[in-house]
């Protein structure tokens, strides 16, 4: 399948992922989308990885190139989980304080 | 002996910085004593050089380079030949005089002014000394700025009146302008010639072109036309009177002013090759002679007679020095040194006597109770009138004997001039000692002859006044018998081997000679007679009268011409383009950055949705940045 079709698709995953952040009030879609866009980008570096290495064998049988990228999406589920796990402690301390997940509420830390 | 040459200015300058730094806690004894010591000091040493060059030729003393950048070199030189030696014996002497005839005259001055006046007078004898002493030009010049302003400081020496400021920053002004002539003169001379020493710039002076000399002569000349007051830089010598009056005497009559007529003559072989600056000389010099007569001649205030007096010797100088009688010129300064300084000590013994009363209308019958100051003032008139055998008469005589060899009408105004001198000198004589006392009676009960502090210098200054005319006997009475030539003779030759000397029909010159004797003692008669019976009367002065009490007017006109018109742009500077031009523009910035941060601000309104998209817009322009970077470089580089 050709590499753009992948492209078009981490685009479209990752735009949705901006606008909704931009857009929706509520804590959880935002947390959502922004794994939206991170799962854009994992989706992005696991196709180049895949093609990379695909053009490397063509010329050496044995050769390891390319793979990296395909490491970096662990690194950043890795990430992404860790970062779930205190943004969703956070919306549900919110929650209670609060009984909404809208986040206008934290306007007022301004003051 | 060449290390006793840097002891003439050493004295005054020791004089002045422990008179100026003691101030505060010297007595006032001690204070007179140092002043005039020192002075004296220098006296001392300034007849050991002069007996010196007398004998055995020049002194030129180098010190040390006072600038040296690539190949200009100008060193601190001082230079005691036959002219310089004359002026300082002129300088330290009367200077010594007037120092000693101040401590009584100023002992009304509590001791810290007291002091502070004998420290201006000290560093005035200093800058005189150093001016005439310098071995060129520049040195010359650091002498000529400091001359100018211990005159600023000592005009402006009452300093809590306010005309007496105005008088002072008026002379300081008016010198300045006259300066930026004498340096814009020295660096041509240091362009064309690289040199300023004298002997180096007379010896080269064949290499300058006949339009160079010229420049550079009118140029120095007008720096002349500003230190010896001459037309149309004259008007800060009558206002300098707002000093006390031993100071006119020593800086506005005796030595400062004279330091045009030392220049001049000092770089005489410049002025002789540039005939055109000369003739410019003679004619200024001829016409502030009369001008500045005329206007004494209807002033009531006697240290303003003095002054017009004054204007008017000098400009015979320069006529003198004009027609090229340098010899006379030096002459006139060492006579006129004398009488002059004689007379302002005379006036100021007048107004130590009268409390203060500058008026001569106001005066009148002093000969009975001022009886030194008296007879040592009519000698004084005598002399500056010209009588023979006075010191003035053989003075003058030499220069209006050199002007009528050059051109006979040079000779007849200058006649004219003289006659006008006689008769406003003996007008303020007759005004002042003659007749009935016309002043209060309070006055009347307090008048007294002065200290001897005073009369002392008064009979020295005028014995000198009637006997110092027999060192330059014209050699029609006698052969060889002027002595002053011949000692000069020495600094002149280069200008006189150029000029052929046409020699003067004796019997004309002594029928001359004869003539104007006459006259003047005719014009002496007529005013002793009109103005000894003065009665003082209300009438106001009309017609001719009026312009002459008023001094032409000249001060009206500079006011009108010059002040005026500067004063209201200056005015309009700092009212119109400051105000709303310079301060505008930087109040603008100021508020510009205000007003911009107070708008930016509000871009920090908390809202996270907003960072976000802001965020994100940015973002995307880098990319967008990134994408197209050649295309905005080109972009960027079209714009610078």
């Not at chain 1, 662990?74 to 304080?97: K, Q, T």
């Not at chain 2, 007051?229 to 707002?242: E, K, N, R, S, V």
């Not at chain 2, 001049?264 to 002679?289: C, D, E, H, K, W």
């Not at chain 2, 210098?457 to 018998?481: H, M, Q, T, W």
Request: charged letters at 10%.
């Amino acid at each position: 399948m050709p590499i753009q079709y992948y492209i078009y698709l981490a685009l479209s995953l990752f735009s949705i992922g901006v606008v909704g952040v931009l857009t929706r009030r509520n804590a959880i879609i935002i947390f959502m989308c922004i794994e939206l866009m991170l799962n854009a980008t994992n989706l992005l570096l696991v196709a180049f990885s895949k093609m990379h290495h695909a053009i490397a064998l063509a010329s050496n049988a044995a050769t390891q190139v390319g793979i990296e990228g395909q490491l970096f999406v662990f690194f950043i589920m890795v990430v992404a989980a860790a970062e779930v796990s205190v943004g969703l402690a956070i919306i549900v301390m919110m929650y209670r304080n609060t009984h909404s997940v809208d986040i206008n509420f934290l306007n007022r830390l301004k003051n | 002996m060449n290390n006793l040459v840097y002891l003439v200015p050493l004295f005054p300058l020791i004089g002045f910085l422990i008179n100026g730094l003691g101030r505060k806690s010297l007595a006032k004894q001690a204070i007179g004593v140092i002043g005039s010591m020192s002075i004296l000091a220098s006296f001392v040493v300034s007849i050991i050089l002069f007996l010196q060059v007398k004998s055995s030729g020049a002194i030129v003393a180098n010190y040390f380079n006072f600038i040296d950048v690539a190949s200009l070199k100008i060193p601190f030189a001082f230079q005691i030949d036959q002219l310089s030696s004359l002026f300082l014996l002129i300088i330290t002497g009367i200077g010594f005089l007037i120092h000693l005839y101040s401590t009584a005259y100023m002992t009304d001055e509590e001791a810290p002014h007291y002091a502070r006046y004998f420290a201006y007078l000290n560093l005035f004898v200093f800058s005189m000394l150093l001016l005439v002493m310098g071995g060129n030009y520049v040195i010359m010049f650091i002498g000529w700025e400091g001359v100018g302003l211990c005159s600023y400081l000592l005009i402006g020496f009452w300093f809590k009146n306010d005309a007496y400021n105005y008088a002072a920053k008026k002379a300081f002004i008016m010198n300045r302008i006259g300066d930026l002539g004498f340096l814009l003169a020295v660096f041509w001379m240091i362009n064309k010639l690289g040199t300023v020493t004298y002997g180096e710039v007379f010896a080269n002076v064949g290499k300058l072109s006949h339009q160079d000399i010229t420049i550079i002569t009118a140029l120095l000349f007008v720096g002349a036309m500003g230190k010896s007051a001459q037309l149309p830089l004259y008007t800060w010598l009558p206002d300098a009177m707002a000093g006390p009056t031993p100071v006119s005497a020593l800086i506005h009559a005796a030595t400062m002013v004279t330091a045009g007529i030392y220049m001049v003559s000092r770089s005489n072989i410049l002025y002789t090759m540039a005939p055109a600056t000369q003739g410019f000389i003679a004619i200024i010099g001829l016409a502030t002679a009369l001008f500045a007569a005329t206007i004494a001649l209807k002033q009531n205030d006697i240290k303003k007679v003095l002054a017009y007096s004054t204007v008017s010797q000098l400009g015979y100088m320069f006529l003198g020095l004009g027609v090229g009688a340098y010899t006379g010129a030096v002459f006139h300064v060492m006579t006129h040194a004398f009488f002059k300084a004689l007379l302002f000590l005379g006036a100021g013994s007048v107004i130590h006597a009268m409390h203060h009363e500058q008026d001569i209308r106001k005066m009148g019958g002093l000969k009975k109770y001022l009886p030194i100051t008296n007879i040592t003032f009519l000698l004084g008139c005598l002399a500056i009138a010209g009588v023979p055998p006075f010191s003035g008469f053989f003075s003058k005589d030499e220069i209006l004997a050199a002007a009528y060899e050059k051109n006979p009408i040079l000779y007849f105004l200058g006649v004219a001039g003289a006659l006008m001198t006689t008769f406003y000198m003996f007008r303020l004589y007759a005004m002042t000692f003659l007749g009935k006392f016309r002043g209060t009676h309070e006055q009347e009960h307090h008048l007294h002859e002065s200290p001897s502090a005073m009369t002392i210098p008064l009979i020295v200054l005028a014995i000198l006044a009637v006997v110092g005319g027999f060192i330059g006997i014209p050699e029609v009475f006698a052969k060889d018998s002027h002595w002053l030539e011949r000692f000069l003779e020495p600094v002149f030759v280069g200008s006189n081997a150029l000029v052929e000397h046409k020699e003067a029909n004796h019997a004309t010159e002594l029928m001359m000679m004869g003539v104007v004797t006459g006259l003047v003692l005719v014009t002496i008669a007529f005013a002793w007679n009109k103005f000894s019976k003065y009665e003082e009367t209300n009438t106001e002065e009309s017609g001719l009268g009026k312009v002459l009490e008023n001094k032409w007017y000249i001060d009206e006109l500079y006011d009108a011409v010059i002040v005026n018109p500067l004063n209201a742009f200056a005015g309009f500077l700092k009212n119109i383009i400051e105000k709303s031009g310079i301060d505008g523009v930087v109040n603008g910035v100021g508020n510009l950055v205000n007003y911009s941060s107070r708008q930016l601000r509000l871009i920090q309104n908390g809202q996270v949705g907003a960072y976000i998209l802001m965020m994100v817009l940015s973002v995307l322009g880098v990319l967008l940045l990134w994408i197209n970077d050649t295309y905005i470089i080109t972009f960027l580089h079209k714009l610078f």
